[in-house]
């Protein structure tokens, strides 16, 4: 199903432009999305920029239910989704044209998404967002590294440009940690609560090179990893094994890094669900002095 709610998030996006015929531009999630970039919600407001103070700023969009095994239709005990109207501070250069529609640009959007997004739902965005201006390659960490080191200056810079607006200490923390080397939205999420609890910040993607059978040699990448304590930390969404053989080659690769010395973690969406339980699991992997320093970053937590 999950789908069908990005294909009813786009149209009513595509809906959106059409009965505003103002808009400048849609922006947020909206554009997010439009972007292709991870969303935390699949059903976002559709939030467009107007050139005027709008008169009626939200406008309620039919509830919608999706089925497994069928098409969506309109329900009233679907979730309930808006347009919502805002005059516009969108810079000549903050917007551009994507698949036809009126957006903010990446930079802008990934900004607009920190300082008004929850930390959990905006660390989605903007770790997108910098995927797409840098495409990393994990098999060669050199060839983005400069277009990083730029697009995160433009990034910190952005923020700051905002001045006093509301939401500003979240901003700066979220942006703070963006990184283009998670490879999905989990792999954000975790980290952003790893980050969170004090912890150490980990290392992304980080090559193991173990030995297979008959010697042969076999390179896997951990999501979040400590090299130092020997752990790897592992984000698994369902994706992760749609395939038939997808759970043996985990468990193959696994076995593989852990006759190397190290400890794995693996953390589900249902897991971050229960952030006290998902604290006190990963604490027992880091040393005593480690968990009795750490203490929760302000920004990264609201």
């Known amino acids: 199903m999950w789908a069908q709610r990005r294909e009813v998030a786009l149209a009513r996006c595509v809906a959106a432009v059409h009965c505003v015929p103002s808009a400048v531009a849609l922006t947020h ?14 059903e976002p407001d559709v939030r467009v920029a107007v050139p005027a103070t709008p008169g009626r700023t939200v406008r309620p969009l039919e509830p919608i239910v999706f089925r497994p095994d069928r098409l969506p239709c309109e329900s009233t005990s679907g979730r309930s989704c808006s347009i919502r109207k805002r005059r516009s501070s969108l810079g000549e250069q903050e917007t551009t044209v994507v698949n036809g529609l009126p957006v903010s640009t990446l930079m802008r959007t990934a900004v607009d998404c920190a300082f008004d997004l929850p930390a959990r739902e905006s660390i989605c965005v903007l770790d997108a967002a910098m995927r797409a201006l840098c495409r990393p390659d994990r098999f060669r960490p050199e060839v983005g590294a400069a277009r990083w080191r730029r697009a995160r200056a433009e990034l910190l810079a952005a ?51 173990p030995s297979g059978p008959g010697g042969r040699m076999s390179e896997f ?13 592992e984000f698994d969404g369902r994706a992760k094994y749609e395939r038939n053989n997808d759970l043996w080659e985990e468990k193959r690769r696994q076995d593989l890094v852990t006759a190397l010395g190290w400890r794995f973690e693996r953390v589900t969406w249902e897991d971050l669900r229960d952030e006290a339980a998902l604290a006190g699991r990963l604490m027992t992997h880091f040393p005593d002095h480690v968990v009795r320093s750490a203490s929760r970053v302000r920004g990264l937590w609201e």
């Open 221 to 233: 990448f951990i999501d979040l990893a400590w090299p130092d304590l020997r752990l790897a930390v």
């Open 159 to 209: 923020v700051e440009a905002q001045g006093p607006r509301r939401g500003a200490a979240r901003a700066r923390a979220v942006a703070a940690i963006a990184s283009p080397y998670a490879e999905s939205p989990g792999e954000s999420v975790l980290r952003r609560f790893v980050l969170t609890l004090g912890l150490p910040a980990p290392v992304l993607q980080r090559p193991v090179t």
């Open 29 to 42: 999630e909206a554009a997010a999305l439009v972007h292709g970039l991870w969303l935390w919600d699949g």
